[in-house]
């Protein structure tokens, strides 16, 4: 169903590496919706070809730039601007990845190298995309800028490991620029805090599929999927939302607020 909601819009968006990503669902959706975009993701993700096709499909011009890379992410906002014809109306910054995860360190046992590393992939790069954006003066007045998070900012998912803190971080760094950005042209910052979704990163955490199901009972409607998710992030780029900024929104079908449901002990 399309709206037009963004029509008129540019918009930049990162992380669409195959087709369960969120941002894929986000990007198609806000093309849908009216948008013109470009699309990202880091150079070693160009190998897999997911994002040119799509790019192919949206009509959208791809972009490479690792987001940990101030001269990348330059590059990709002025490239950005040249294909969409003006300064930038909404950003997506949809990146998450822990080493520690990914080579089976326990929580316990974590190497702070690495640690190092995810911060500044997950969570750092989103003050880094922002901070670009804000010298580069490439938001458009009234823009919009989504991160993606996950409770485990707030409550303790040990299967989660360092990506807490990698949220912890990203939802702060939203409240904080959130503050500079509404004072210099009223662009907001806002995070998602969206359910366990079937992705590349997702499937990354131990015991996924179990958790999923878990979190879906307990959600009285059930996990949010990338769709839904794609929905809600249409709403923030959209002007329905200009007085929302410096908030973590959630997104998760209720699973925030619960502390029991029934449904898991009926099995
Ligand atoms: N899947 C879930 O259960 C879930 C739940 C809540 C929040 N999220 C968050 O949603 C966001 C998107 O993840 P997803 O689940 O769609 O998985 P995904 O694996 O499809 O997306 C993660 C993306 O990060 C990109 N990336 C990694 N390193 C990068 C770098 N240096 N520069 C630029 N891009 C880089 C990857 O190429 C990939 O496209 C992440 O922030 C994730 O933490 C996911």
Redo the contacts with the bound molecule.
């Keep these: 169903m399309s709206n037009n909601l963004l029509a008129g819009k540019r918009g930049v968006i990162?992380?669409?590496?195959?087709e369960?990503?969120?941002?894929?669902k986000v990007a198609e959706q806000c093309v849908a919706q009216g948008a013109k975009i470009t699309l990202?993701?880091?150079p070693?993700?160009m190998r897999f070809g997911g994002v040119q096709k799509l790019g192919e499909k949206l009509n959208a011009e791809v972009i490479p730039?690792?987001?940990?890379s101030l001269e990348d992410l330059e590059n990709l906002f002025s490239k950005s601007m040249e294909a969409l014809g003006g300064k930038i109306d909404f950003v997506l910054?949809?990146?998450?990845?822990s080493l520690n995860v990914r080579k089976n360190r326990g929580y316990t046992d974590l190497k702070y190298d690495w640690m190092q590393k995810t911060f500044d992939?997950?969570a750092i790069?989103f003050h880094k995309v922002m901070q670009t954006l804000y010298q580069m003066d490439a938001m458009s007045d009234w823009g919009s800028i989504v991160?993606?998070?996950?409770i485990a900012a707030q409550r303790t998912f040990p299967d989660y490991s360092e990506?807490a803190e990698s949220?912890a971080l990203l939802e702060s760094f939203a409240r904080s620029f959130g503050y500079h950005f509404a004072e210099k042209n009223k662009v907001r910052v806002n995070t998602i805090?969206?359910?366990?979704?079937?992705?590349?990163?997702?499937k990354g955490?131990k015991g996924?599929q179990e958790f999923f199901d878990y979190a879906d009972k307990m959600s009285p409607l059930g996990n949010a999927s990338?769709e839904a998710c794609a929905d809600y992030c249409v709403l923030l780029f959209s002007d329905l939302s200009r007085m929302v900024t410096m908030q973590n929104l959630y997104h998760d079908g209720g699973f925030s607020n619960m502390g029991m449901s029934p449904k898991l002990i009926e099995g």
């Excluded at 990162?14 to 195959?18: E, N, S």
């Excluded at 369960?20 to 894929?24: C, E, G, L, T």
């Excluded at 730039?65 to 940990?68: E, R």
């Design positions: 990162f992380g669409a590496l195959d369960d990503s969120i941002a894929w990202t993701n880091a070693v993700a730039a690792d987001a940990t910054h949809a990146i998450g990845m992939i997950s790069s991160g993606l998070s996950y990506m949220k805090s969206q359910s366990p979704t079937m992705t590349t990163a997702g955490i996924f990338a």
